[in-house]
């Protein structure tokens, strides 16, 4: 069954979305502060670009070329891989407010 039209543009914008999101958070979060890292913000950064490495390679997994056409294998992986990244992002994020 092919996927619906438009899935390719809206993953890519979905996860363009969730990392200029992560970004805000980790502007905020204060990246640069200076003094030693707990254990918690090591977590806190892990899960961050773990996401941030997920929600990148989300546009170039879904836009890669398959045969047949109608091949929806490539759409599947990308919506995995956007759920990865956007748990990962809203989990760093939980974490960092709880800890």
Do not use: H
């Not at 204060?30 to 003094?35: A, I, K, V, Y």
């Amino acid at each position: 069954m092919p996927t619906p039209q438009g899935s390719v543009p809206a993953l890519c914008t979905a996860s363009a979305t969730m990392f200029s999101i992560g970004i805000i958070f980790l502007g905020y979060w204060g990246l640069q502060e200076s003094g030693e890292w707990t254990l918690a913000d090591k977590f806190v950064g892990t899960l961050a670009l773990t996401g941030f490495a997920f929600l990148g390679l989300v546009p170039w997994v879904v836009t890669s070329p398959v045969q047949p056409e109608s091949n929806d294998s490539r759409i599947r992986i990308g919506r995995g891989m956007f759920l990865i990244g956007v748990v990962a992002v809203w989990l760093s994020i939980v974490v960092s407010v709880l800890f």
